[in-house]
Nanobody
Framework: QVQLVESGGGAVQPGGSLGLSCAAS????????MGWFRQAPGKEREFVAV????????SYADSVKGRFTISRDNAKNTVYLQMNSLKPEDTAVYYC??????????????????WGQGTQVTVSS
């Protein structure tokens, strides 16, 4: 129904920047919002950011607020995550996800209907 293909990721030094992309295909007209999650080794998958396709609703985890920016290109059915001032604790596998409807619990993994394959982000000296 909906496929999410991620690109980007890689290794960067602390204080550096990295941009991630997620292209959606299929029945994208049924989607309400796109989000980003991350999962570090030995930890649960956690919410990072979310944005409605209209761009009117945006939310960030406290840990990334002021450093990360989520954006979208509706014509390309693509969402982006620009990560600045990266820290070692940002190291994780980053996942793109899609919501078919709005929710009070947008920060919960169980709310999302579609997921990308994940891409590794490593921040180290």
């Amino acid at each position: 129904q909906v496929q999410l293909v991620e690109s980007g990721g890689g290794a960067v030094q602390p204080g550096g920047s990295l941009g991630l992309s997620c292209a959606a295909s299929g029945r994208t007209y049924s989607l309400y919002a796109m989000g980003w999650f991350r999962q570090a080794p030995g930890k649960e998958r956690e919410f990072v950011a979310v944005m409605s396709w209209s761009g009117s609703s945006t939310s960030y985890a406290d840990s990334v607020k002021g450093r990360f920016t989520i954006s979208r290109d509706n014509a390309k059915n693509t969402v982006y995550l620009q990560m600045n001032s990266l820290k070692p604790e940002d190291t994780a596998v980053y996942y793109c996800a899609a919501l078919r409807k709005g929710s009070y619990y947008y920060y919960r993994v169980s709310e999302y209907d579609y997921w990308g394959q994940g891409t590794q982000v490593t921040v180290s000296s």
